[in-house]
């Protein structure tokens, strides 16, 4: 048995690393060898990176690793096996589903009812709208900072950035949305991948809201076989730093994904040591409090529990700077994910970093892009109910969908792929 899962992953992981990283490992490779002097001729392969490896690899391996853990048994129907890892609405960008929950709806006999359709095309209309509206909207200025970063003053540089950190949330989350959509309409339910991240207060909590399916594999898959944070202090820290990093690498041959997964080990491991102080000076009843707050506040909910439970108004002012505060750590590792190479990232911090405060004239695309992400994302974090826009009458329902398609018919000249299918 565990001859075939070394055979397993030796075989996935070895397949994965030979389309995504050898050429980068060639050349880094041939950097150090020319760096001391030594002369090298090796040629780089052109190899065509097939598209949503990186997924449906990590989702084969979670089915291999749950068998020989003994949480699922074997699918005996390879057509079954074969529709689980090749599922089309999730097979280029996720989420990456788990054998425990899509396996037994592949193989159960399904009912798809008015509900399932009302669902799955509410879905796909907020995901086009994320994608087209919000993302690609965004994409034209942040295309324009990052294509040449001396150009811009500091300010239009730094709302760049803040546009590039809505852009990629609306591109993958309205992806993650379509695809949940396109599953529903046929009777599936797969995985949530996004709760409204940037409305976290600490970058744990965005962590457990962005990308879940990929977070809750890295640490359900690496983090805890690790030792996670059984085994000292040191040790939990180190687990942190090697998950992050190698999340890092998963999304691309690039040392500036290397540095963004290093960027969020460090923002993890020093969120835990601050906890570990505070938690320190605290009794163990004020600690149960706490932690049960923490519950509430971690939905947007929490604010109005905080307004009716009569909590002062510094309370809820330091719960929107902490969401703040999470929100532009989050935005300036998005930096480093989006620029193509050190260059183009050194440019942009030497420019964010002149404090130049001209060219207020991108505030205007950012309020407008702004004001239609928070319409949706509010109403769904504070009532904790994604198809809270289902429940309105039917007179609401339908001026939203009337609003959201002319949104997209206004906004769809903008033709732009998926960021994430490059992963």
């Known amino acids: 048995m565990k001859l075939c899962l070394v055979l397993s992953l030796t075989t996935n992981l070895g397949i994965l690393c030979f389309f995504k990283y050898f050429n980068?490992?060639?050349?880094?490779?041939?950097?150090?060898?020319?760096?001391i002097?030594?002369?090298?001729?090796?040629?780089?392969?052109?190899?065509?990176?097939?598209?949503?490896?990186?997924?449906?690899?990590f989702q084969t391996?979670?089915?291999?690793?749950?068998?020989?853990?003994?949480?699922?048994?074997?699918?005996?129907?390879?057509?079954?096996f074969a529709l689980f890892v090749s599922f089309f609405p999730q097979l280029v960008a996720g989420p990456i589903e788990r054998a425990a929950n899509l396996i037994p709806q592949?193989?159960?006999?399904?009912?798809?009812?008015?509900?399932?359709?009302?669902?799955?095309?509410?879905?796909?209309?907020?995901?086009?709208?994320?994608?087209v509206?919000?993302?690609?909207?965004?994409?034209?200025?942040?295309?324009?900072?990052?294509?040449?970063?001396?150009?811009?003053?500091?300010?239009?540089?730094?709302?760049?950035?803040?546009?590039y950190s809505v852009q990629i949330y609306g591109d993958f989350s309205g992806y993650s949305k379509i695809a949940r959509g396109s599953a529903m309409l046929l009777g599936f339910d797969i995985m949530r991948n996004f709760k409204h991240p940037y409305f976290s207060q600490n970058v744990a909590e965005f962590w457990q809201r962005w990308h879940i399916s990929l977070s809750s594999w890295l640490r359900?898959?690496?983090?805890?076989?690790?030792?996670?944070?059984?085994?000292?202090?040191?040790?939990?820290?180190?687990?942190?730093?090697?998950?992050?990093?190698?999340?890092?690498?998963?999304?691309?041959?690039?040392?500036?994904?290397?540095?963004?997964?290093?960027?969020?080990?460090?923002?993890?491991?020093?969120?835990?040591?601050?906890?570990?102080?505070?938690?320190?000076?605290?009794?163990?009843e004020t600690l149960s409090s706490d932690i049960r707050n923490e519950e509430d506040k971690s939905k947007l909910s929490g604010f109005i529990l905080k307004a009716t439970n009569g909590r002062s108004l510094n309370q809820f002012i330091t719960l929107i700077f902490k969401i703040i505060g999470t929100f532009l750590l989050i935005s300036f590792t998005w930096l480093f994910f989006r620029a193509s190479d050190f260059a183009t990232t050194t440019a942009y911090l030497r420019g964010l970093s002149e404090f130049t405060i001209s060219g207020e004239i991108f505030l205007i695309p950012l309020f407008?892009?702004?004001?239609?992400?928070?319409?949706?994302?509010?109403?769904?974090?504070?009532?904790?109910?994604?198809y809270i826009f289902l429940k309105l009458p039917k007179l609401y329902q339908g001026t939203f969908a009337a609003v959201a398609i002319t949104l997209l018919f206004l906004c769809g000249n903008v033709r732009e792929p998926f960021v994430y299918f490059q992963f």
């Not at 399904?110 to 086009?128: F, K």
């Not at 992050?244 to 500036?256: E, Q, R, V, Y």
């Not at 407008?368 to 992400?373: E, V, Y």
């Open 24 to 35: 980068f490992f060639i050349e880094n490779t041939q950097l150090f060898l020319a760096s």
């Open 133 to 163: 509206v919000i993302a690609d909207s965004a994409g034209i200025l942040v295309d324009m900072c990052f294509a040449s970063p001396e150009q811009y003053t500091s300010l239009q540089l730094g709302i760049g950035l803040i546009l």
């Open 61 to 80: 391996l979670s089915y291999t690793i749950d068998i020989y853990r003994g949480k699922i048994k074997p699918i005996k129907n390879v057509v079954d």
């Open 368 to 386: 407008f892009i702004l004001i239609i992400l928070l319409f949706i994302d509010i109403p769904q974090a504070v009532t904790r109910d994604e």
């Open 220 to 284: 359900d898959y690496l983090y805890i076989p690790l030792g996670g944070n059984r085994k000292g202090q040191i040790r939990t820290h180190t687990n942190l730093f090697i998950t992050m990093l190698l999340g890092g690498l998963w999304h691309g041959a690039s040392w500036n994904f290397v540095f963004w997964g290093l960027l969020h080990g460090l923002y993890l491991s020093v969120y835990r040591i601050f906890q570990e102080i505070t938690n320190k000076f605290r009794s163990h």
């Open 106 to 131: 592949i193989q159960n006999c399904r009912i798809v009812t008015q509900t399932h359709w009302e669902r799955g095309l509410y879905l796909i209309l907020i995901g086009l709208v994320h994608k």
């Open 37 to 57: 002097g030594l002369p090298t001729s090796t040629n780089v392969l052109k190899i065509i990176l097939p598209v949503g490896i990186s997924f449906y690899t």
